[in-house]
Structure formats: structure tokens, C-alpha cells
């Protein structure tokens, strides 16, 4: 099993964590009056950066093993590098917005898809899995279907509010799931 019983609380924790970068985008989205490309950029670099940190955290004190350890790290850089990409296109509209967009949802999508499909513990595999289903389906819509700034910035507000909420009950449950293995456990 690539991640024990006993560390289902850690992964709960982490997709907790995990979960703020996502609802602080999705409130900065939701309450801001400019949707903007370059909002919707800005807001992703703060995301992507927060994301980042919250991935490095998960690879360094969760027990993940062999390879979805390194997919998580790859995830991590990918997402750093999309950050960076962004900050550098501030001022490329909505082709810069939609690019950076729908390539870093398709990298991840696949490094979570992966990593889910790999995993041994089924109730973790169905987060990563569903998780990386929601962000496929962003890096398609943003990538496929034509729209202005407008739809484009309140897309990825609407991806990170369902992903975010989405983790928040994911973490909650594996939480839920590890006390309920160690009350059966020392029972």
C-alpha cells in the first residue's frame, strides 16, 4: 500500500491545506468587479504560487511514496513555472490568460490523473483522481471553447470555488476515515 492507513489523516490534512489557495481564488474572483484578463492572471499567480508552497509542504511531510512523491514535486515545479510565466504576461490579455491557463491545467491534470491511477489506496486514489478531472476539465474548456475575458476569469473562479470546497470535504473524510480504522483498530 503506497500510503498507510495511519497516514490518512496527513493526506487529509494536506488536501486541507491544499484547498486555500483554491477558495482565496475563488473569493478574489467572485467579489471583484474587474474580470479582467490580467485579474484573472494576477489571481492565478497568487493561486499557483500558494499552490506551490502547499505541494512542496505535501511532498516534504506526507509518506508518499516512490513515484506519486515525485509526481507531487513535479506538479509543484510545473505550478511554480506556470506562476512565473503568468507574472511575466501581466499584460498579454487574454491569449496570455488562456495559454497559461489551459497548459498548466493540462500538466497537472495528467501529473494528478497519473498519480491517482497509481495509487493503491482506493479512498485517495478517488480524490486525486477527481481532482485531476475537475482541472482536465478547465484545461479544456479554456483551451477549447471561445470566450472573452469575462467567462475566461469567472471559469477559473468557478474551478477553483468547486475544487476548493471539493478538497475541504475530501480532507475532512480521509480525517474522518483514518480516526475510524484506529477506533476499529484498538477495539
Do not use: C
Request: glycine letters at 8%.
Amino acid at each position: 500500500m503506497a500510503i498507510a492507513d495511519s497516514s490518512l489523516t496527513r493526506v487529509g490534512n494536506a488536501l486541507i491545506l491544499r484547498s486555500i489557495p483554491a477558495l482565496v481564488a475563488a473569493v478574489v474572483i467572485t467579489f471583484s468587479r474587474n474580470h479582467a484578463a490580467v485579474v484573472g492572471l494576477t489571481v492565478f499567480v497568487g493561486f499557483a504560487f500558494l499552490l506551490a508552497s502547499t505541494l512542496i509542504f505535501t511532498v516534504m511531510s506526507v509518506p508518499l511514496e516512490g513515484l506519486n512523491r515525485t509526481l507531487v514535486g513535479i506538479q509543484a515545479i510545473a505550478t511554480v513555472v506556470a506562476a512565473a510565466i503568468a507574472s511575466a504576461t501581466l499584460t498579454g490579455g487574454l491569449p496570455a490568460l488562456l495559454l497559461v491557463l489551459s497548459i498548466w491545467a493540462g500538466i497537472t491534470a495528467a501529473l494528478e490523473l497519473y498519480a491517482g491511477y497509481r495509487e493503491s489506496n482506493r479512498t485517495v486514489a478517488k480524490e486525486w483522481l477527481t481532482i485531476g478531472g475537475f482541472t482536465a476539465i478547465l484545461a479544456i474548456i479554456e483551451a477549447v471553447v471561445p470566450m472573452n475575458d469575462v467567462y475566461a476569469v469567472g471559469i477559473f473562479g468557478a474551478y477553483a470555488a468547486i475544487v476548493g470546497v471539493y478538497q475541504v470535504i475530501a480532507g475532512i473524510s480521509l480525517r474522518s476515515d483514518a480516526q475510524s480504522t484506529t477506533r476499529k483498530v484498538s477495539s
